[in-house]
């Protein structure tokens, strides 16, 4: 299954830590982790369900493309981060 | 007289209490957040509970509850914009386009004294949300939000126009005053279901000439409403400060230059709760500059309605002091005799004379957003 590792910055909020789940796009793999933990949700995803303006997800090393419905597509054992963008300061 | 005050930072939340200690007598007992972008805090006078707002650049915007004092916080929900009509977009004057997405919380307040568990929230881009459970859940105003006359709000200060000022009528929690940056002055009758712009009065210096006098571009920095006399309002205006005494149907210019030379620019205004007649503001240099004036820290009081202001100056910082405070950094007591007010450059003040005479409490803070006395 896809894991997903999560900043270090986020953790002092809401605790996130490195899980496994099943999904085959971003949307998948994130719902099922925020259906674990809902609070972590709102901290990683705006109130659309979009990428927060200053949050940014890589997929294999590659940044997702779509941040608005998360349609990249995830493979079984890929390594998704949910990262910070120097953006936010 | 409140003992406690709660100050919101850049860097925390403090509460300070009035220990006796120290040269002030006030000392800071509590930090909280610590570390974070504190940009909002409410202490709910009907039940003692205080929220807290924080700011996190990459996170958003949250908000914390706490029921002992600050001991421990729980984080409650945070007011959500609802998906914008497909195919819509809403541009500002300069043709950037206004996202449906919350931005950060610039104003919460308590709603009436019957209403347990009512709290407002203005935010910025402009939404005014309600909350029956205590911040549990949280609704957009719509019939504001969908005012078309909504869509011509502009910021001030910031990129997008922002609540920063909701006054909630004591005899009548349905009758609701709020102040927008910049969009004025709007008033509700009924808790919200319709709007009036209402502004008769105010003027602009920063409009072209037919714009002068429109209530929906006036740039409001604060409004607030003596609680014993809830017909009396005060507002700090980027280019002056005005009084209503009818309600906000007409508003008086007050800003007499005279008595407040240099300048009758700022953005914080207390009035005193059992006198309307008397209030404070702290002033600065208008504009881009946004300095004390004189590099003197001053406070200017009135107590004949803006007739004439006292500036007072015993015991705050007279040489190269480059300290502004912003609209929520200035707080009144619910006795009248007691104030507060935090800067940018972490100093905060407090009187126990009605600004008589001021105690430095900390000059070491981080910068100060909001300042209010707590039970």
Same mark, same amino acid.
């Given at each position: 299954?896809p894991?997903v590792v999560f900043t270090?910055n986020?953790?002092r909020h809401v605790p996130c830590?490195p899980v ?5 796009t971003?949307?998948?793999?994130l719902?099922?982790?925020f259906?674990a933990?809902e609070?972590a949700r709102?901290y990683?995803?705006d109130?659309?369900g ?16 779509d941040?608005?419905t998360?349609?990249d597509?995830?493979t079984p ?9 120097l953006s936010?300061g | 007289? #409140?003992?406690?005050?709660?100050a919101?930072t850049?860097?925390g939340?403090f %509460?300070?209490?009035? $220990?006796g200690q120290g ?8 930090t ?5 972008h504190?940009i909002m *805090?409410l202490?709910d006078?009907?039940d003692?509970s205080?929220?807290a707002s924080l700011y996190h650049?990459?996170?958003g915007?949250?908000l914390h509850r %706490?029921v002992?004092k600050?001991e421990t916080?729980?984080?409650i929900?945070v ?6 009509p497909?195919?819509?977009v809403?541009k500002?004057m ?5 996202e449906?997405?919350l ?5 919460l ?6 209403e347990?568990g009512?709290?407002?929230c203005?935010?910025?881009?402009? +939404?005014?949300?309600r909350? #029956?459970d205590?911040g549990t ?17 502009m =910021? ?7 609540i920063h000022?909701?006054?909630? &009528?004591?005899r009548?929690?349905?009758h609701?005053?709020i !102040?927008v940056s910049?969009?004025g ?5 009924? /808790?919200g279901? *319709?709007?009036?712009?209402? =502004? ?9 000439p037919d714009?002068?006098?429109?209530p929906n571009?006036?740039d409001?920095?604060?409004v ?5 006399n809830?017909?009396?309002?005060? @507002?700090?205006?980027?280019? /002056?400060i005005?009084?209503? *005494? ?9 800003s007499?230059?005279k ?6 620019f ?5 009035v005193?709760?059992?006198? @309307? ?7 600065g240099v208008?504009?881009e500059?946004r300095?004390?004036? &004189?590099g003197k820290?001053?406070?200017?009081r009135?107590?004949?309605? !803006?007739q ?5 100056r015993? =015991?705050l910082?007279q040489d190269?002091a480059?300290?502004? $405070?912003?609209r929520?950094?200035?707080?009144i007591? @619910?006795? !009248?005799n007691?104030?507060?007010? /935090?800067?940018?450059?972490?100093s905060?003040?407090?009187?126990e004379?009605? +600004?008589? #005479?001021?105690?430095a409490? #900390?000059e070491?803070?981080?910068?100060i957003?909001?300042v209010?006395?707590?039970d």
């Amino acid at each position: 299954m896809p894991q997903v590792v999560f900043t270090d910055n986020i953790q002092r909020h809401v605790p996130c830590p490195p899980v496994e789940v099943a999904g085959t796009t971003v949307r998948e793999v994130l719902d099922a982790v925020f259906a674990a933990n809902e609070r972590a949700r709102g901290y990683v995803l705006d109130e659309h369900g979009a990428v927060r303006k200053h949050m940014v997800i890589f997929i294999d090393g590659t940044m997702i493309r779509d941040r608005m419905t998360l349609t990249d597509p995830v493979t079984p054992s890929s390594e998704i981060y949910v990262m910070q963008a120097l953006s936010g300061g | 007289m #409140s003992n406690r005050i709660l100050a919101a930072t850049r860097k925390g939340l403090f %509460t300070i209490e009035r $220990t006796g200690q120290g040269k002030s007598g006030w000392s800071i007992t509590k930090t909280s957040f610590l570390a974070e972008h504190v940009i909002m *805090t409410l202490p709910d006078h009907r039940d003692g509970s205080w929220y807290a707002s924080l700011y996190h650049g990459h996170f958003g915007s949250k908000l914390h509850r %706490t029921v002992d004092k600050g001991e421990t916080w729980q984080e409650i929900a945070v007011p959500a914009y609802p998906k914008q009509p497909e195919g819509q977009v809403q541009k500002d004057m300069w043709g950037r386009v206004i996202e449906w997405k919350l931005d950060r919380i610039w104003a919460l307040e308590a709603g009436g004294g019957d209403e347990s568990g009512v709290l407002w929230c203005g935010t910025l881009p402009g +939404g005014l949300f309600r909350s #029956s459970d205590h911040g549990t859940s949280w609704n957009l105003v719509e019939s504001l939000w969908n005012d078309p006359r909504r869509q011509e709000w502009m =910021g001030g200060g910031a990129d997008l126009p922002g609540i920063h000022s909701v006054c909630v &009528d004591p005899r009548n929690a349905r009758h609701i005053t709020i !102040g927008v940056s910049c969009g004025g002055v709007w008033v509700t009758n009924d /808790g919200g279901v *319709t709007w009036e712009c209402r =502004g008769e009065g105010i003027w602009s210096a920063y409009t072209p000439p037919d714009q002068k006098e429109n209530p929906n571009v006036q740039d409001v920095h604060r409004v607030v409403q003596c609680p014993s006399n809830p017909d009396a309002l005060w @507002a700090q205006h980027h280019n /002056g400060i005005f009084r209503t *005494t009818d309600g906000s149907a007409t508003w008086q210019d007050v800003s007499n230059l005279k008595s407040l030379s240099p300048t009758s620019f700022g953005f914080a205004v207390a009035v005193h709760p059992k006198d @309307a007649n008397t209030a404070w503001f702290v002033p600065g240099v208008k504009d881009e500059h946004r300095l004390p004036p &004189d590099g003197k820290v001053v406070v200017a009081r009135t107590r004949d309605g !803006g007739q004439t202001y006292d500036i007072l100056r015993n =015991g705050l910082p007279q040489d190269h002091a480059y300290d502004l $405070t912003y609209r929520h950094g200035l707080d009144i007591d @619910a006795s !009248g005799n007691r104030l507060a007010f /935090g800067s940018t450059t972490g100093s905060i003040w407090v009187t126990e004379d009605q +600004g008589d #005479s001021w105690q430095a409490i #900390s000059e070491h803070l981080p910068p100060i957003y909001c300042v209010r006395f707590a039970d």
